[in-house]
């Protein structure tokens, strides 16, 4: 069965850092890109970054919302992609989703999600 | 923001069909990606490109774009199709962004 499963999320204090994992099965995880995106309680879907698989360079790009704190990576030999966030804020407060991510000239397709792990940023 | 424009709620009568727009620049270059998403469970993908499902979702959802609008078809509604749905494409700048509708809430009556 392909799987995502997103986990380490939890309370955290603004201006601290927190990493989620993102763990894959039931698939070949390097042949593929993976997204983060996020959903504030009560709120709409949205995009946080993606990394490309190694084939393409394993480049990142990042919503301007979370550039420059928010970094993804991954670790082929364990089907694992992580988001490192630093710098949280109060607004960062989420469920955080994991997503297999395909693309091509016309389209880009998040086929598999995770469960989604939450994530808050308080005192 | 969403970069992509959804009315915020829909309505259809039970076994009727109901069609939720997505409009945006985006949609000129790229297709949307449409995710279907009930109250404290992930989104799943329901259409995707020109007019793809992913395998195990039911017939009566399709797609369709022209212009700088795209559309989510379900003809025959189900209870089960009550649900917030999004629409998210590729930014139209190229640089592998990527922008989400703000959501239309879905129900059958």
């Known amino acids: 069965e392909v799987q995502l499963v997103e986990s380490g999320g939890g309370l955290v204090q603004p201006g601290r850092s927190l990493r989620l994992s993102c763990t894959a099965s039931?698939?070949?995880?390097?042949?593929?890109?993976m997204s983060w995106f996020r959903q504030a309680p009560g709120k709409g879907l949205e995009w946080v970054g993606f990394i490309r698989s190694k084939a393409y360079g394993g480049t990142t790009e990042y919503a301007a919302s979370v550039k420059g704190r928010f970094t993804i990576s991954r670790d082929d030999s364990k089907s694992i992609a992580y988001l490192q966030m630093n710098s949280l804020k109060t607004e960062d407060t989420a469920v955080y989703y994991c997503t297999r991510y395909y693309y091509d000239s016309r389209m880009g397709v998040d086929d598999i999600w995770g469960q989604g792990t939450m994530v808050t940023v308080s005192s | 923001s969403s970069e992509l424009t959804q009315d915020p709620a829909v309505s259809v009568a039970l076994g009727q069909t109901v069609r939720i727009t997505c409009q945006g620049d985006s949609l000129r270059s790229y297709y949307a990606s449409w995710y279907q998403q009930k109250p404290g469970q992930a989104p799943v993908l329901v259409i995707y490109?020109?007019?793809n499902r992913p395998s195990g979702i039911p017939d009566r959802f399709s797609g369709s774009s022209s212009g700088n609008t795209a559309s989510l078809t379900i003809t025959g509604a189900q209870a089960e199709d009550e649900a917030d749905y999004y629409c998210n494409s590729r930014d139209s700048s190229g640089n592998h962004l990527r922008v989400f509708g703000g959501g239309t809430k879905l129900t059958v009556l």
């Open positions: 039931g698939f070949t995880f390097g042949d593929y890109a």
């Open positions: 490109g020109k007019n």
